[in-house]
């Protein structure tokens, strides 16, 4: 191979002629390695990145200096050693063959192995990993609505990345309620295992870590939360030093820019920081935008830099065609999950208030609100008011507490004015109407309290205290209105200890991981669970709940959408049933108030039959945001009648936000035109993937009937020589049980505690509902160290069947090959088993094809081989597991080696022949999408030059140059990074790399 580079001022222009390649076999230090990428070193030589293949290096990466070390055998496919295979039925061979096809899967753009996780696969879950595959590389945004499972939706893609080499280091960011529901996801769905770094994990990785050492780097794959991380500016250091393949950040608004922040949170530059320490980055938000161009701008940016060159002025152009965003809602996938997804009940309550509370209704009406020491009507005085009337609007306990936190700020200033001190006068007569309401154990006065109670009791309802399958959520959002819910209800319905429980933002992550468990189990004593609003992100409270309270409103669409879909979401068995709870008053004003909140609801639901996203209604997409809007609608005296209409017609004209242009791109309107300057760099899959995604999974044909039989042969090949561990299969539940031997307790010790077993034993099953019933029983289990499945998934992602598929990777030796003996071959016949493979310059496979060369020598013993496509073969000469007789006439010195291994370099010549057509082909393709590719970074690059020229007008001239110099060298750092990754992925490398992987004869063609 030669190839020809431009190196740093260390290096001069020369040409160098390389013997190795990667994807070439090389033997290093005496080992075996696989080569994966070759760079230019400042030495004149070269870097080599290697995998270890042997067995003392298997598993290990390492780099090699050539021009450091000693002499550098590349092994040549045509002098692979074909030996014997004296196995029955040649089991070592077909084993063999099943881990090569297994390992050399391509970075194409279909589905090879995630669809067969373990859930109910509905095609519209392959679509983000179909859309991501397509990008030279991999970065999205998967914003689907609550509840469609964007967990397995990264899975998926997850799952797609690591079978093709680009997965080996994971790190997920997420809320640290999320962390081990996350971690239980991904592990028992697709054995994808993570490391949780909470408070506890990050203790017990530094005690087992020297003091300097990064933590991130001793664990492949970890899960931590964002609190965690900025929590600790030490992290940052560690952050910076680390590189993943993957990086996944769960709930990603809460690290987007705000509209109006003149600077970035700290949530904001962590994931700055992580966007650029990893390939791949997935995004996981059903909220992904607060409204602001601004907002959704810094999203965009974590996921290519290029693609927006003004935060604040855009249009969906620059970025529609690189494949960064896919969004969904219900509507539309509705048509594909009618079994998996319930439609909801929804009951509105209504009670009259209590003669209490409209007292209580007129005495906050008559608290006169100061502001710096004076009180002022109009605006800023019902703002103060409606403030109040919020926590009023929770429940008189919240109130309280706010009025008597209000008068406290009031009378400790050192000069109070005479406004002032009618304000506390006010607030006091305020107080007292609260205590008469608060002070009553018995809550009678409390009208909506009483018919949540009254709902509750109600054979209507039909819900039970003694239902350990049929629980219940509760939903409000003060901590205060939480504690007296708990102590009411406790009572009231005479529930024993633990059976109701409280969640809130205040607790720990491992508080509030243990509690959603414990809601998850169904021999756990809790019936009852209060939430704040904290719960309402992400997690999945479904299991043994379909019925959530609304106690108090949310002042926020997002927040009413967030809330119902912890139980109405995909998976759920039942029909949820949401329940609102309104107070009727004859107060005007309280009045006008709680129907504005009573017509967020009736949005909410015809958001949820029709529309698809509520937050369509205020338009302005942040829940704090709807809260402000709300409020001022109240402070503006609006009525009910002006607020619905205003809502609707937001909801179905187009206004001036910033936001429109992104619900269109989202699904919620029609598509812009195409921007007829914009060149595709790449298109989204509903344009280059046709059809139902279904129709887009490759996989691939096997020699074996499943899994099981897979794993079973394999461990009884590998039993035959040596006794390697204990094992015991079941073939009727396609169950296998073993002992994992010290080579695979070594392996074991860097996944999740919760995962390894004590004693070292494992069971496995490839049956996926019968894993799917495990992960059920798991969810139900009271003890903690039951909490995991005790069952694991067999299947080629599993770390355990990777183990056994290295292990049969050695039977034969090194740089060896098997010869079967086919008699459904022609006599005389000659075939080769061949794979071939172009990397690109990251040394990942782009083009993998298995072919057979064979031939039908003439007298001489001559012929020119033909190519024919490994699985025709393996139909034509009934290569399949088990079904292949071995005679056993194939020995070391038998003619026919001789004969075969004489014949081998002409098999390999017409082969490497066939893939340098292949590569020139492939590599033409590619060029013209790298061309264009370039070309449009050429034209951003340009763009946002111009665009920061303009943003400099009219500064002073020395101020100008200096910021125009420095911020154009970023964005030129920044595009030459980003062109160097593009050339190199979609660059091949010129020389295929040929492996020999078996020959197969009927002895008769070699002269038997």
């Known amino acids: 191979m030669q190839l020809s580079f431009v190196c740093n001022k260390k290096l001069k222009r020369r040409t160098y002629m390389l013997s190795f390649a990667p994807g070439a076999r090389a033997v290093i230090r005496d080992e075996e390695w696989l080569v994966r990428r070759v760079d230019p070193s400042t030495d004149g030589g070269w870097l080599l990145t ?53 390992r050399s899967i391509a970075n194409d753009e279909r589905i090879h192995l995630g669809h067969r996780g373990v859930m109910n696969l509905v095609p519209y879950q392959l679509d983000p990993a179909l859309q991501a595959l397509h990008q030279p590389r991999a970065r999205i945004l998967i914003a689907d609505a609550v509840g469609l499972g964007k967990t397995l939706e990264a899975g998926v893609l997850a799952t797609e990345l690591i079978q093709r080499g680009r997965g080996k280091r994971i790190l997920v960011v997420t809320q640290k309620a999320m962390l081990t529901q996350f971690q239980k996801e991904w592990w028992s769905r697709f054995s994808i295992p993570l490391v949780r770094l909470d408070s506890l994990g990050l203790a017990r990785v530094r005690n087992r870590i020297p003091a300097n050492h990064n933590p991130f780097n001793y664990f492949d794959r970890s899960i931590i939360s964002m609190d965690t991380l900025k929590s600790n500016l030490e992290y940052r250091n560690y952050l910076e030093n680390a590189w993943w393949d993957i990086i996944v950040i ?55 830099p290029t693609a927006i060159s003004d935060p604040d002025h855009y249009t969906p152009q620059d970025f529609r065609s690189k494949g960064l965003v896919i969004r969904r809602f219900k509507k539309d996938i509705r048509d594909q999950v009618s079994s998996d997804f319930q439609e909801r009940i929804t009951t509105c309550l209504r009670q009259s208030a209590s003669a209490k509370e409209e007292a ?37 306990k919240a109130a309280l507490e706010s009025t008597q936190r209000r008068i406290a700020l009031l009378e400790g200033r050192p000069a109070i004015s005479d406004d002032e001190r009618i304000e506390v006068i006010g607030l006091q007569e305020f107080r007292e109407t609260l205590l008469t309401l608060v002070n009553d154990t018995s809550a009678k006065s409390f009208s909506r309290y009483q018919k949540l109670l009254e709902q509750l ?69 809790i019936r009852v669970l209060v939430c704040s609003d904290v719960a309402s992100e992400g997690l999945n409270l479904h299991y043994f709940c379909h019925r959530l309270v609304h106690f108090d409103l949310p002042w926020s669409l997002m927040t009413f959408q967030q809330r119902n879909g912890r139980v109405d979401r995909y998976g759920q068995q039942h029909q949820p049933h949401i329940v609102y709870l309104f107070t009727e008053t004859v107060n005007e004003k309280i009045r006008g108030d709680l129907r504005i909140l009573e017509i967020l609801e009736r949005k909410d639901e015809q958001a949820n039959l029709n529309l698809g996203d509520p937050s369509a209604f205020l338009n302005v997409y942040d829940p704090e945001k709807e809260v402000e809007k709300v409020s001022d609608y109240m402070a503006q005296g609006a009525t009910p009648e002006q607020v619905e209409a205003e809502l609707d017609h937001v909801a179905t004209t187009t206004s001036d936000n910033d936001a429109d242009f992104l619900m269109e791109l989202f699904g919620g309107g029609t598509d812009a035109a195409p921007d ?75 996944l999740p505690k919760e995962v390894q077993a004590d004693n070292d034993y494992y069971t496995l099953t490839a049956d996926r509902q019968r894993m799917a019933q495990a992960i059920e029983t798991a969810r139900q289990a009271r003890a903690e160290e039951e909490s995991w499945p005790q069952l694991h998934y067999l299947w080629p992602q599993h770390p355990i069947m990777e183990w056994l598929g290295d292990r049969v990777l050695t039977q034969f030796g090194r740089h060896c090959a098997p010869v079967l003996e086919c008699l459904k071959l022609q006599p005389q016949e000659q075939a080769f088993i061949l794979m071939g493979l172009v990397p690109n310059r990251k040394g990942q496979p782009l083009l993998v094809q298995w072919q057979v060369a064979y031939r039908v020598p003439d007298a001489q013993g001559q012929g020119a081989f033909t190519l024919q496509s490994f699985d025709d073969f393996v139909a034509h000469a009934g290569l399949n597991a088990g079904k292949l007789p071995n005679r056993g006439l194939l020995q070391a010195g038998h003619p026919a080696m001789q004969t075969l291994q004489a014949a081998l370099p002409d098999a390999v010549a017409t082969m490497h022949q066939h893939m340098v057509q292949a590569q ?58 980003y062109r160097l990754w593009v050339q190199d992925t979609l660059t091949t490398e010129p020389q295929p790399w040929i492996q020999v992987i078996a020959a197969v004869c009927h002895l008769e063609s070699a002269g038997a």
């Open 457 to 525: 009791q109600s054979s209507e309802f039909g819900w039970s205290k003694d239902d350990a399958g049929d629980r219940l959520v509760i939903f409000s959002e003060r901590i205060e209105t939480l504690n007296w819910l708990q102590e009411q209800l406790m009572r009231d319905l005479k529930l024993k200890p633990k059976q109701l429980e409280v969640l809130h933002g205040s607790m720990s992550d491992i508080e509030q991981q243990e509690l959603v468990e414990r809601f998850g189990r169904k021999d756990d004593p």
């Open 920 to 977: 020139s082909s492939f590599a033409q393709q590619l060029s013209t999408r790298l061309q264009d590719t370039l070309a449009e970074l050429e034209r951003l690059q340009g763009k946002q030059v111009e665009q920061l020229t303009l943003e400099l007008e009219g500064q002073i001239e020395t101020i100008k140059r200096g910021r125009l110099e420095q911020r154009t060298q970023q964005i030129n750092r920044v595009f030459d990074d």
């Open 250 to 304: 769960d709930e990603c608004h809460n690290v987007a820019a705000r509209a109006g922040e003149s600077g970035l949170s700290r949530r904001a530059r962590l994931a700055l920081l992580l966007s650029s320490r990893s390939d791949t980055l997935m995004l996981l938000s059903a909220t992904p935008h607060d409204g602001s161009a601004r907002s959704f701008a810094s999203l965009m940016s974590l996921l290519d």
């Open 676 to 750: 007829p300057d914009t060149t595709a760099t790449s298109a989204q899959p509903s344009a280059q993937h046709p059809g139902s995604s279904i129709d887009h999974i490759d996989e691939p044909a096997s020699l074996f009937d499943s899994d099981y039989h897979y794993a079973k042969a394999a461990l009884t090949q590998l039993n035959k020589e040596a006794n390697l561990c204990q094992w015991q299969p079941a073939d009727e539940t396609q169950m296998i049980a073993l002992t994992a031997p010290r080579d695979l307790q070594e392996r074991l010790k860097l």
């Open 50 to 102: 290697c995998d270890g293949i042997s067995e003392l290096v298997r598993g290990r990466e390492a780099l090699f200096l050539t021009e450091l070390e000693g002499p550098i055998e590349v092994l040549d496919p045509a002098q692979t050693k074909l030996v014997a295979d004296t196995s029955p039925t040649y089991n070592a061979t077909m084993l063999y063959l099943e881990s090569m096809r297994r």
């Open 360 to 396: 209580a209704y007129r005495a906050l009406l008559d608290i006169r609100f100061t502001q710096g020491g004076n009180h002022k009507a109009g605006r800023q005085q019902e703002l103060q008011r409606i403030g109040m009337q919020k926590a009023l609007f929770s429940s008189p």
